[in-house]
């Protein structure tokens, strides 16, 4: 079965950066799609980026476009975040997820989930 770790996660302030990464037991990482959501304390989980297959196709929450890129290394089964200009409203437990189908939008539809990795960003 398909299993997700989270890492990286951390204290930050803000203005700076930080990479949190998501590795894959026990699937063919190829053939998913990854991304990654979060959620803040009392707030709603949040798409935050996508990353198709191969990687030909990324997609972003406006919210983050410009600031936060998605990565992913195969060879490594690892997808990366890669997070600059931190603001302290992106504080939250940020998942990453994987589904096999490459249907549908790039904010849903995740069979697969991470734990989490929390992301603060002081003021």
């Known amino acids: 079965q398909v299993e997700l770790v989270e890492s990286g996660g951390g204290l930050v302030q803000s203005g700076g950066s930080l990479r949190v990464s998501c590795t894959m037991s026990g699937g063919s990482f190829t053939n998913y799609a990854m991304a990654w959501f979060r959620q803040a304390p009392g707030k709603e989980r949040d798409f935050v980026a996508g990353?198709?297959?191969?990687?030909?196709?990324?997609a972003y929450a406006n919210s983050v476009k410009g600031r936060f890129t998605i990565s992913r290394d195969n060879a490594k089964k690892t997808v990366y975040l890669q997070m600059n200009s931190l603001k302290p409203e992106d504080t939250a437990v940020y998942y990453c997820?994987?589904?096999?189908?490459?249907?549908?939008?790039?904010?849903?539809?995740?069979?697969?989930w991470g734990q989490g990795t929390q992301v603060t960003v002081s003021s």
């Open positions: 997820a994987a589904k096999a189908s490459a249907s549908g939008t790039f904010d849903s539809g995740y069979a697969y």
């Open positions: 990353i198709s297959q191969i990687g030909r196709t990324t």
